[in-house]
């Protein structure tokens, strides 16, 4: 074959000790492996490497590929000061099999039913072995995206938990009672928050000891820093630290014992990449995070190719992103073969490239003191069958389809062994060899369970995503009313255009992001319709503490639910001077309690919208040019101030007379419901604006936009910028 030919790479005269024997060594190479080899020294600071271009012969190339790589591997820990201490302990060694983890919103409803009022970890375990498996590890997520929209910080996050810190350990333990170890997210962004009066290291190590979760994962951390390590340590609670990224990672990954590998476009070439981490210490375990990908099948090739795990992220910040039945059954049958041999996943020897016959087919061997284990991908579009693999025999081995859990009889000759089995188009095999005398416990149940998972051929399920399907929470009509409550406007019939887009940071504008209307055939980000509006009242001012007060002195209301209810009020009432200011922390549940005492109801948001807007589109409540005296000061500190009075900036009136509709505290509109999340849009924005990151709450003050605010229980949704107004149907 005709092989192209590249430049070799730049290397000095000048080389530090060790790499004149590694130049030496790849004099003569092929020209090809030249913009791929990695010499020592000069290898890119990428987090995959590979042999070359799809048209290099891969089995003639691999062993001197694997040998250069080698001898860089050698001199870079070196270079690092390497040791594998952290590796070899007992404490940590479980990091090794975590293959399979997911990062898990406590928003997803299949993790907490809010009607029942109980954490439900059986039923979201239940799920995912159902469909792919089940789980290793799972990382709790209770911050992002609704941090900042007050100043609770990611610690303190936790404890508005429903059963706050004892609740969280008590969820804990029951997700170690099904086996599955704990991480907690940290995030170094969160400086513009309440201020902690401590190191993150510290609040998130005492925080992961109090609830005995296992590991750290480290929020847009390319490395956590060795203080974790020490801290966790020294508090007598050792964590496994688990960055977001790898390809930073250099000497932290002597005690980063984890990571998330990130995708690289390099990964959809035919030729399969390698990770760098696992080449430099195998027992790094890797889970692999692709968020948004909707078909997964690279993702789950090149895993299996490096045996590293998964990040099986489906909940995405409340975008639900489900695997397909093609790439759940395939996760499952891969997971399957990682659990019942993690010790070979993690083998010192792994090599990649192992000999394969049919071109597009590529393999690593993984070999253990009684066995060795070879992963197979087909990159193909279409099904091989035939010999596939040529692998050193040794006299009385055995061999085994793993994939199809069958036994399988090999070609032998001249000491070496080929392997014939058939591969699905984009498909995979695992073949086992078995040395004579070697015993395999529950080798035929593992054989029989395999069997039957391939029963169904992962090309007959369908690999077709859809986004799930939301409805919008019914508002249910009040009794109408023929004049003007007091304190109220009335807003006339009008045919209205409702234009409105999401500020949320995440899900760009794909399928399945924002909110889903009842006109409208999924979830988005951006929506256009001209509605017929009926004439209503609506509130001049949202409802205030003095209103509130009266509400619960004639009704004597108690939430079920009271943790940080009413948070700011003192002795069952708001502080004084505070009467006439918006009233806050209290929940979609409160405010729809005061709504039906009062006879009203919360407004639909293109209620809220026109009554704000008019009909000529404007941007802000007075015009479409910004003006600073119509509302309250932006904070930028790390503390909420109390918000102003409702009546404070009469320059800030929309068409029809409404005061205070953006900048002081965010109102309650719809609320929206999908299989597994809660969502409420909120308006107007907030004078709360917390700096040091662009992570925070997004805020928005225009009338085109709104807030998506993930829903959980009312301890956690409850916020100091946060309140509403009412409506009352003409």
């Not at 009672?177 to 309440?194: E, S």
């Not at 009926?534 to 009266?550: L, S």
């Not at 992570?695 to 928005?700: D, G, K, L, M, T």
Request: overall charge negative; hydrophobic content about 40%.
């Amino acid at each position: 074959m005709t092989q192209p030919h590249h430049a070799e790479p730049s290397v000095p005269e000048a080389l530090p000790i060790g790499e004149k024997a590694a130049q030496s060594f790849t004099e003569g190479l092929p020209h090809t492996l030249g913009p791929y080899l990695p010499v020592p020294g000069r290898i890119p600071d990428w987090p995959y490497t590979k042999i070359g271009q799809w048209k290099n012969d891969v089995p003639a190339l691999s062993q001197s590929w694997r040998d250069a790589l080698t001898v860089w591997k050698r001199e870079h820990l070196v270079r690092l000061g390497y040791n594998d201490l952290q590796y070899q302990r007992a404490d940590l060694s479980w990091s090794q099999r975590n293959f399979v983890q997911a990062q898990m919103m406590v928003e997803d409803r299949y993790f907490y039913d809010p009607v029942q009022r109980c954490y439900t970890i059986d039923r979201y375990l239940d799920d995912l072995e159902q469909r792919y498996g089940g789980l290793d590890s799972v990382l709790i997520w209770f911050i992002y995206p609704n941090i900042g929209i007050d100043d609770r910080n990611q610690t303190e996050l936790a404890s508005d938990l429903p059963g706050g810190i004892a609740g969280l350990k008590q969820v804990v333990a029951d997700f170690h009672r099904r086996g599955v170890k704990v991480f907690l997210p940290t995030m170094p962004w969160d400086q513009g928050t309440n201020d902690s009066h401590k190191s993150d290291w510290l609040s998130v190590v005492e925080l992961t000891r109090l609830v005995n979760a296992d590991g750290i994962n480290g929020d847009t951390y390319s490395g956590l820093p060795q203080v974790f390590r020490e801290t966790s340590d020294q508090l007598g609670h050792p964590l496994v630290l688990q960055p977001e990224s790898t390809t930073q990672l250099r000497e932290g990954l002597i005690w980063n014992t984890q990571s998330w590998g990130k995708v690289s476009p390099e990964m959809v070439q035919v030729i399969p990449v390698v990770s760098k981490l696992k080449w430099l210490e195998p027992r790094h375990m890797i889970n692999l995070e692709n968020r948004w990908c909707r078909n997964r099948s690279n993702d789950l090739q090149f895993i299996f190719f490096n045996g590293v795990g998964y990040n099986a992220w489906e909940n995405i910040w409340g975008i639900w992103n489900q695997f397909t039945q093609r790439d759940a059954a395939t996760l499952k049958r891969i997971a399957s073969i990682y659990r019942q041999f993690p010790t070979l996943m993690v083998s010192a020897d792994w090599a990649p490239y192992a000999q394969t016959l049919q071109n597009g087919v590529f393999s690593s061997s993984f070999p253990g003191a009684a066995c060795t284990l070879w992963t197979i991908v087909n990159r193909n579009e279409f099904a091989l069958s035939g010999e596939q693999l040529d692998v050193a025999h040794e006299e009385g081995s055995s061999y085994y389809d793993l994939w199809q859990g069958l036994p399988l009889q090999a070609g032998i000759s001249g000491g070496r062994a080929t392997l014939s089995m058939s591969l699905e188009a984009r498909g995979f095999g695992a073949v086992m060899a078995l040395r004579s005398g070697a015993a395999m416990p529950g080798m035929d149940e593992f054989l029989a369970k395999m069997a039957a998972l391939a029963e169904v051929p992962l090309q007959s399920l369908s690999g077709q995503w859809t986004p799930l399907q939301q409805q919008m929470v019914e508002i249910v009509p009040t009794q109408p009313a023929s004049s003007a409550p007091e304190g109220m406007l009335l807003i006339p019939a009008a045919q209205f255009n409702f234009v409105v887009q999401g500020v949320e940071i995440e899900g760009a504008t794909d399928a399945g992001t924002g909110f889903q209307y009842p006109w409208e055939s999924g979830p988005r980000r951006h929506h256009r319709q001209r509605l017929d509006l009926k004439p209503f009242y609506i509130d001049r001012t949202p409802v205030t503490n003095a209103q509130f007060q009266r509400f619960i002195e004639a009704t004597h209301y108690a939430p079920p639910d009271n943790h940080h209810f009413l948070k700011d009020w003192i002795d069952g009432t708001a502080p004084a001077g505070w009467d006439n200011k918006p009233v806050t922390w209290v929940s979609i549940e409160d405010a729809r309690a005061y709504c039906r005492w009062a006879g009203k109801r919360l407004p639909h948001e293109w209620e809220w919208q026109y009554a704000a807007q008019g009909s000529d589109e404007r941007l802000y409540p007075w015009g479409n040019s910004w003006n600073a005296a119509a509302v309250p000061p932006p904070n930028k500190g790390r503390n909420v101030l109390p918000p102003a009075d409702v009546d404070a900036h009469p320059l800030g009136a929309s068409p029809f007379g409404l005061l205070d509709l953006v900048g002081n505290v965010w109102q309650w509109t719809d609320e929206f419901v999908d299989e597994h999340t809660r969502a409420a849009a909120l308006r107007g924005g907030s004078s709360y604006q917390p700096q040091s990151s662009h992570w925070y709450f997004p805020p928005s003050y225009r009338l085109d936009q709104h807030g998506k605010y993930l829903l959980l229980a009312p301890c956690k949704d409850r916020s100091a910028c946060l309140g509403f107004r009412c409506v009352v149907d003409a």
